[in-house]
């Protein structure tokens, strides 16, 4: 899984460098045709009108853009802009009406210009960003039916993971502005609070299981020094401010007057907003049912057709996708039974199912050097991977990706076993892969490599540099995420190391399809919860009955898809368009198909809807079969 901040609700996600600039040429150069011959231009250029409508074109793609970045801090922080780091994001009703009302105006603008007059490029970003607009403006009439605090991430853990992952202190400034970010803690959670409130009056409540854990996520906020009697260890925040500002170069009676000035905020702004939203949360627990699905929201089948086209960038619909799912499932449990017929296994595939989740060899222990033993095998499976890079890939990127394990604050109720975290575009911070190391019996030995490979390299982390390294695009494609497209990219990026002989044996090929058999029950059970009206139970049963899962793993799966409707879904449905369209290119292009040069043109455009995928892959086709006529 890849967190990406995106818009107004930056915080609510906190559920991309060619190796040169010639080769980004390149790679965008392959998607133009010959300039057009206007009426009143002359051979060989374009008409001044031409050059007037591009060039207005590009100035408003950028102007679009940074009008709607300034309006959220946090996604800035994830930019690596410091301008608004002293701000949250608003999360009023009236500033989200506010943002609606702009982004109709900026469609506006852009359905002002004349695509006839335009580039091949900037017709395809004019497409794009249009798409983006409208998208956003389907969303704001959905805003209420996505969950701003859940058991496992939303605005209540965005606050600390903010701070601590993206708040740098390297002047007295950045000090003054955290100490800001506290105090500005009691106003946000106000905001959340009327937000949480406004969805119970409409009926909009999450399933029960998600007001308590999101208080004791929000517990362990301010458990610790300043909010308790002395003999404690410092609480997450304390730590943090505490630790960067250490390495502040500054005199000590200036520190300790920065040092009471977070004690302060924490404990007259932090801690008291931490325990209203307490409060909040435990009477919406006492009103919560036990489960539901999107069906059971007011207008909820709509509202889940809405999201499986935001997620999928398709038009399938749930029958069509849970269908496909039955489908994948019943194919990759058969190439599961042929592997362990082949390795000598006595036995069915559900005995082989409990015999991985049983052996106790495939697991690192619980404890801290198991823990660093996973990691450092997770460091070591990556950076085998990039010596092979260039056998598969013309372009490689060169920002780094550091492996750190999930903060304890979080750890229980994170999302999944691991998950990726983009970079700063300009570098100063590296791409992340966080692994979650709270219970190691999640995370089997065979398993590493898949996980690696998807959140690492080839996958996330690839994926995304490269885009934020495309210096011939507007910013706002290198800033875009399209989940089908970045979730597909990553299981593709499971597959991709198998064609080349990098699982090492047979147990982690099988984890290989495991994985992607979990992701097509996904497509199964999302679809079953949120369409069909299944019930929490009948899921958990699916998910352990069709895959090498034990409960405790298909409950929290279960609980990850109720509360993120369709999002499940856009792993499988990315990748098997980027493998219809390889096999398409390999069947047209023969002796022609080049692996290298179809992966840079799928990653050579940034993230992008999976139909304006398949044109750009048609396109690049088109282009090769006329140059070797």
């Not at 458990?223 to 002395?230: E, H, I, K, L």
């Amino acid at each position: 899984m890849i967190r990406f901040a995106k818009n107004s609700t930056a915080l609510l996600s906190l559920t991309f460098m060619l190796s040169s600039a010639c080769a980004t040429e390149l790679l965008v150069a392959k998607f133009e045709h010959p300039p057009k011959i206007l009426p009143g231009s002359h051979a060989g250029g374009e008409s001044v009108l031409n050059v007037q409508e591009n060039a207005r074109a590009a100035a408003l793609f950028e102007s679009t853009y940074q009008a709607r970045l300034a309006r959220s801090p946090i996604e800035q922080a994830f930019e690596g802009i410091r301008d608004q780091q002293d701000s949250w994001d608003n999360y009023s009703d009236a500033f989200q009406r506010e943002s609606n009302r702009l982004d109709k105006a900026h469609l506006k603008n852009l359905q002002g210009l004349s695509p006839e007059l335009l580039s091949d490029a900037n017709q395809l970003n004019l497409r794009l960003y249009q798409q983006q607009l409208e998208g956003a403006l389907e969303e704001f009439k959905w805003r209420y039916h996505r969950y701003p605090v859940s058991h496992m991430t939303g605005i209540h853990t965005g606050v600390a993971t903010v701070l601590i992952r993206l708040h740098r202190i390297e002047t007295v400034d950045d000090a003054n502005d955290y100490i800001k970010r506290l105090q500005g803690v009691t106003e946000l959670f106000d905001q959340l609070i009327d937000g949480l409130q406004v969805r119970a009056a409409m009926g909009i409540l999450a399933p029960k299981f998600v007001y308590q854990q999101a208080v004791e996520n929000s517990q362990r906020i301010i458990t610790g020094q300043p909010f308790a009697d002395s003999g404690l260890a410092d609480s997450p925040l304390m730590a943090d401010f505490s630790r960067k500002l250490g390495e502040l170069d500054i005199a000590e009676p200036q520190k300790q007057w920065l040092q009471s000035g977070v004690q302060q905020a924490l404990l007259e702004s932090v801690g008291p907003a931490y325990l209203k939203l307490i409060g909040v949360l435990n009477d919406l627990h006492s009103r919560a049912e036990e489960e539901g699905g999107a069906w059971t929201l007011p207008q909820g089948k709509d509202f889940y057709r809405h999201a499986l086209r935001q997620t999928t960038t398709t038009e399938l619909d749930a029958v069509a996708i849970h269908h496909l799912g039955l489908t994948e499932v019943e194919r990759i449990q058969g190439e599961m039974r042929a592997i362990i017929e082949q390795a000598g296994y006595q036995g069915g595939l559900s005995d082989f199912f409990a015999y991985m989740q049983s052996e106790p060899t495939f697991l690192f222990p619980q404890t801290e050097e198991g823990k660093q033993a996973y990691i450092n095998e997770a460091e070591r499976v990556i950076n085998e991977m990039k010596a092979r890079l260039p056998e598969v890939f013309g372009v490689i990127p060169t920002v780094d990706i550091v492996v750190k394990p999930v903060e304890s604050f979080r750890e229980k109720a994170s999302i999944g076993s691991a998950y990726y975290q983009p970079g700063a575009p300009d570098g100063s911070r590296p791409g992340i892969f966080y692994i979650n190391t709270y219970d190691m019996s999640a995370m089997p030995k065979y398993a590493l490599p898949t996980v690696a490979y998807h959140e690492g390299i080839p996958g996330h982390h690839m994926q995304v540099t490269i885009a934020q390294g495309l210096g011939n695009v507007p910013q706002f494609r290198r800033a875009a995420s399209y989940a089908a497209y970045a979730e597909g990219w990553g299981l593709y990026s499971e597959l991709l190391p198998k064609e080349m002989g990098l699982y090492a044996d047979f147990y982690t090929d099988f984890g290989r399809l495991s994985a992607e058999l979990w992701r097509a029950c996904r497509l199964v059970v999302d679809t079953a919860l949120h369409d069909q009206g299944w019930n929490r139970q009948r899921a958990i049963n699916y998910l352990m009955d069709n895959s090498p899962t034990d409960r405790e793993k298909a409950i929290k799966a279960v609980d990850r898809y109720l509360v993120l409707p369709s999002q499940a879904t856009a792993y499988k449905i990315g990748m098997l368009k980027i493998q219809v369209l390889r096999e398409q290119a390999k069947n047209e292009l023969g002796d022609q198909f080049n692996i290298r040069e179809f992966h840079d043109v799928v990653l050579g455009n940034g993230a992008l809807p999976l139909n304006i995928l398949e044109e750009i892959v048609n396109r690049w086709i088109g282009q090769r079969l006329v140059a070797v006529e």
